[in-house]
């Protein structure tokens, strides 16, 4: 079955997904609190998803679900009453579950709570304290330096409270029981490529896929990092077989080349089809074997599920200067990455979706061709190629499906 | 036990093969008719060939045996009533498996019925229709060239009607009743690499292996490609079995390198043991992973047989210019080249004749071998090393087949 | 565990290994007699060794434990009464098992019993015969040279009579009965690399281990080779079977890379383990296959035993030039090659001691690094990655030994 978008279809989807993170971008997310619903409820004009909320102080696994945070405002004001950090003006100037303060404090001290990175002197790096209670800021290098000496007013309108852990799930309904799951994080605030790019990329192909008619049953998760996959899988032990193949989604819009990274298990069908794709597509490419860095993928692929969970991105995490900085915004992802990422999700399922078992009914010796009109009229010479090797490349085979059946010579067998 | 023949016997050999193909140069086969009866009848002077026949319109697995085709004469005539094309000339002016015709068309109605080589203007292509009924001459692109506007009279006496499928076998009893097969294909007119370089090597092998006293039962089978193996299994569904081991004999006498291509299996014992000669031969040569392309072989390696049967050639097939053309032709092949590909067979069936099961009846520490006098009278050097590394090599294993106890360090067993 | 020696302690021991390897030079010894007594009993000096004496004509396998040959003196005198050849200047000179003989002999009948290297015309080729009992002498080519015509008096005050097979062996108990087996060869005269660095290496390595608390036991053995280990396997088949890991030490002191030859198993825990130090070590280094030429490891291998039984060596016998001739001497081996060799030799076995099989009771997703101070305080950012790789890397495996847990990306466990 042909599940991939035409190229036309594919640019016009390239500049959604791209609008759909800038509608994102401003938003102050973290892996709980308003942000987050807020997130989930604009993925909600576009797939119908059901938004989950657990509460807090529940144990998962190793973890417990933690205090929800939530910030309305946050500023430092200099002596002469400026705003010299505001988080009005970028979300990313706070340190991301900051507890709440209001003091005025000398600039000696201020400064143990400040994060800026020298070599990099007009980004704002990304920080967090989920598991530490702490305050801070983080702000450019150059800002820093402009910083006088003098009293400091700071002021964070924050909570850090008894709530809810939020995330969102949409299930679609296939002819079988058996899942492939599509998973992204949704817990960092302004930054484009590490997590929005991912956001719109599995909504994108879960609204294409809603409109058709498909064997598995997918199942979409948009969840906080690390703490959301546990308490997912905590919420969802009995039923996590029933995954048969999976891909987490992440950094897919920056203009560097596809990465899969392997499951646990190296050898699954996923990893296969995944190699598969991107070595007969015309670009570069790269796949790495599995290690416990990275996005979700850890807590699917840890030994008490080990479940065939990959992770396809374009450059992989902490290998770009712009990663976790504010350089992370709408000018790095591209409309024509993001759909060119989409379109390789796409091409994987549809191989994941036509790959049959066949059952070869003729195994001894090679199948007539000719009553069947798949040999040129005149031997002696190289006739219709195409149909010919995909009935014989089954017919050397007892049963095959077909990303098993790629034979020796190792032919795309995309043309059968 | 010795197998190979001498350099000597090697060199007169090689002309012998030289003159049988020049023999069975002019006549006219294809799969079926008085062509294939002909050449087995040449075959018998050298083995005890049975010839066997197979009635039109038996159905083997999804094919059907052919209705019989013979030839008397062909031509096409100019209006000036002088031949241009005479299948008497080469027999393959005639499109083979043509039905009769004779009738006067004009050029252009003519033409739809010519075969050249456009890029090869002096060549005749080699052209069939056995499976789709049709007439046709090929012709060398000078000739096309040539042919003025005009009537021409289009003459061919030939007939296809129910008759046999002739094939021929020769089975010779050895020790035990496994069997080695030897399969070569027997369908094409003059072409000497694609057909009779493979007729004469199976000839000339079966006719030295029936001298020796040998551990294996030997099947040797001159074929119609394709349809004849078919039908040869068809017809020995039951015993095919005792075949446990088999190479399919063609392209054995140009001046290319030794190519084999595997079987289906990839490991067998045929598999390595052609690898190991091969590696250990002084010149270049291939190895090919099996594919659903080639001769008989892929009838043999069909999912239903899997039988251990592997290709070796010299160039491919289809790999020089010069195939399905009349340039494969009397200077094609080489004396030398017979005669090395002869060697290169016979050097495995020795291989395969020795490899034996042995156990190791000493298997706890090394074999004294100064009481078997197999070491050096004066240690701290290197000793009778050829002798040693017998022994040595056969301690290493609990039990052993000597094609399958090569060494790590890969020396050649030969000269154990 | 630490067991590694520190760089000080390290370069004293070379020099130590170096005293020993002096000390034992000018021993003439052979695969059984007074001078393997002399050596095992200042090796006992060093560590708490049990001498152990076999009775000659005692059956071991397929082999027989040899008569006992002792040599008082040995010299040729020319016609003049000079001594042109003496054993007392170089033990190498006599033809290790020499039967006594005292006989006039013209140079013609003399020359049968001489053996030189003429390619390298200032050494004296090392030669035994334990096995076809005869006598003679080996000498410089240039010596040779300089014989004159003439008679000439041989004299050997030799014995080969009914005594014993002498060899060493020290059990070092440790937590657990399973064992370590570490081996070296004592029968070769003055030859410093292939015997005396060996030895040494096993005394040093003996003695620190002696002052250590270890989990493994630790059988090191000091044997004749070949007959020495068959010997021994004879004595100790029932007990063989507690080896879980040995190295067989030789050549342990040339300035040649290490190289490792491995088990036959090839994928034992010794192999792996081996394989993994040499890589991350900053040498070149090389990794050989099991063959069935070598040392000790031979038997320990062969298929009746099967031990996981590598060996260590630096450049492999046979390889250098100075192999078995009286270049093998005293600046041939150097104590600072001794002492990397030790220290390699500690690596290995630090890992095999620390290698214990680790269960993960937290199987699914990852453990909370954050409650149990290993992870920074700020997310965002790289954090405290040692530790976190250790946590991590553990935590991907449902059961862990630490050699079998080193992780796809292959990073140095050694950091952990």
Known sequence: MKINLTACDLNQTGLEMYDLISELYPICRSITGNGVRETLKILQRHIPLDIREVPTGMPVFDWTVPKEWNVRDAYVKN??????????????????????????????????HLFTLSDR??????????????WGFCLTHRQLEALEDG????????????????????????????????SCHICHPSLCNDNLSGISLITFLAKHLSTLSLRYSYRFLFIPGTIGSITW????????????????????????????KKSRRGDAEIDRT???????????????????????????????????????????FNCYPEYHTSA??????????????????????????????YVNTNPKCEP??????????????????R????????????????????LPSDRNWNFL
Chains 1, 2, 3 share one sequence.
């Open 233 to 260: 899988l905590s919420l969802n032990e009995e039923n996590a077989f029933q995954i048969k193949h999976g891909l987490v989604a992440a950094g897919v819009g920056d203009s560097g080349n596809l990465t899969y």
């Open 368 to 385: 007539q061709l000719g009553k069947r009109g798949l040999y040129g009229a005149f031997g002696g010479k190289k006739a219709r190629k």
């Open 328 to 357: 992370d915004n709408l000018d790095f992802v591209r409309p024509t990455a993001l759909a060119e990422s989409l379109d390789t999700y796409l091409a994987i399922l549809e191989v994941l979706e036509s790959n049959k078992k």
């Open 79 to 112: 002596a002469k009453g400026e705003k010299v950090i505001d988080f009005k003006k970028s979300n990313l100037h706070l340190l991301n579950y900051s507890t709440p303060i209001h003091e005025k404090i000398p600039l000696a001290q201020l400064k143990e």
């Open 121 to 134: 002197p007009d980004w704002i790096p990304y920080r967090t304290s989920y598991y530490s209670e702490n």
């Open 151 to 182: 009293e400091y007013e700071v002021y964070i309108d924050s909570s850090l409270e008894d709530g809810y852990l939020t995330y969102g799930e949409y299930f679609l309904k296939g002819e079988t029981s058996d899942e492939i799951l599509l």
């Open 274 to 316: 995944v190699a598969h794709i991107l070595k007969h597509s015309t670009r570069p490419y790269a796949i790495a074997e599995f290690s416990p860095y990275g996005y979700d993928e850890r807590q699917f692929c840890s030994p008490g599920f080990n479940l065939p969970v990959g992770s396809l991105t374009r450059t992989p």
């Open 387 to 406: 149909k010919r090797w995909r009935c014989y490349g089954f017919s050397i085979y007892r049963t095959a499906t077909i990303a098993y059946s790629i």
